[in-house]
C-alpha cells in the first residue's frame, strides 16, 4: 500500500520560511518522480514544483521560482520543499505526488497522492 505523508505546514508570516517534507512508502521511490501541488481556497490545485528520480533535474512554476527549492533524499524515500519568502498568496494545502514515469514531462502524472498540510502566510 502505497503512503505519502506530509508534514512541516504551519503558520508564518510573510517574509518567512517553512521547509515541506513528504516521507513516502509502499513504492521504490527512487523509481519515481515527485511532485508538490497546492490548492488554495476556492481555486483549483496548480503544480508548485517536480523533481526526477534521480534529483537531477527541476522544474517550477514561475510564481515560486527563486523563493521554492525542491530536493530529495532517496536514501530516506522523502522529498521536501524550502519555502523561503513566502507571500500570502502562497497559503494553500500542499500535496506531495509521485510519478511513476520517474522523468519529468510536459505534465506530472499524479500516480499517487499524500493528504496534504497546511500553509498559511499572514500578512
Known amino acids: 500500500q502505497v503512503q505519502l505523508v506530509e508534514s512541516g505546514g504551519g503558520l508564518v508570516q510573510a517574509g518567512g520560511s517553512l521547509r515541506l517534507s513528504c516521507a513516502a512508502s509502499?513504492?521504490?521511490?527512487?523509481?519515481?518522480?515527485m511532485g508538490w501541488f497546492r490548492q488554495a481556497p476556492g481555486k483549483e490545485r496548480e503544480f508548485v514544483a517536480a523533481?526526477?528520480?534521480?534529483?537531477?533535474?527541476?522544474k517550477y512554476v514561475d510564481s515560486v521560482k527563486g523563493r521554492f527549492t525542491i530536493s530529495r533524499d532517496n536514501a530516506k524515500n522523502t522529498v521536501y520543499l524550502q519555502m523561503n519568502s513566502l507571500k500570502p498568496e502562497d497559503t494553500a494545502v500542499y500535496y506531495c505526488?509521485?510519478?511513476?514515469?520517474?522523468?519529468?514531462?510536459?505534465?506530472?502524472?499524479?500516480?499517487?497522492w499524500g493528504q496534504g498540510t497546511q500553509v498559511t502566510v499572514s500578512s
Open positions: 509502499g513504492l521504490t521511490f527512487s523509481a519515481y518522480a
Open positions: 523533481i526526477s528520480r534521480s534529483g537531477g533535474s527541476t
Open positions: 505526488a509521485a510519478d511513476g514515469r520517474g522523468v519529468l514531462v510536459v505534465r506530472f502524472r499524479g500516480d499517487y
